[in-house]
C-alpha cells in the first residue's frame, strides 16, 4: 500500500557553490556510507551524488509527512545501492520504499514512493 510520495529538485550549481565552501553541508547530508562513495569520485560527479542525495532525502521528507527536522534528520535517511546500481532508500537503517534519482546538466531530482 502507497503511504506518502514526494519530488524534489535543486540546481547543480547551488550544491556546487556550498559544497565548495566547507565540507559542513556534506557532512550534514550525506552518512558515513555516503561520503565513503562521495570520496572515490570524480569532481565533477560529486556534485551529481551530493544534488541527487540532497533531493533524494528532502522528497522523503515529504513523502513521510515530516520534512526534514527533529524528528527526520538527514543522518536518518540513507540511499543504498543493490548491486545492481538500483537506489534504494532507508530510514533508520529500514529500507522504506523507492527512490528515483535523476540528473541534466543544471538540476538533480528526486521522487520517492513509500510503502508499507
Do not use: W
Not at 33 to 44: G, K, V
Not at 79 to 93: A, L, M, V
Request: net charge positive; with cysteine.
Amino acid at each position: 500500500m502507497i503511504i506518502g510520495i514526494g519530488l524534489d529538485i535543486v540546481e547543480l550549481g547551488r550544491i556546487r557553490r556550498i559544497d565548495g565552501k566547507s565540507a559542513k553541508f556534506r557532512e550534514r547530508i550525506l552518512t558515513e556510507r555516503e561520503l565513503a562513495e562521495y570520496a572515490a569520485l570524480s569532481p565533477a560527479r560529486k556534485t551529481e551524488f551530493l544534488a541527487g542525495r540532497f533531493a533524494a532525502k528532502e522528497a522523503f521528507g515529504k513523502a513521510n509527512g515530516t520534512g526534514i527536522g527533529a524528528g527526520c534528520s538527514f543522518q536518518d535517511i540513507e540511499i543504498r545501492k543493490d548491486p545492481k546500481g538500483k537506489p534504494g532508500i532507508f530510514f533508520r537503517q529500514q529500507e522504506t520504499g523507492l527512490v528515483s534519482i535523476t540528473h541534466t546538466k543544471e538540476y538533480a531530482a528526486a521522487q520517492v514512493l513509500l510503502q508499507s
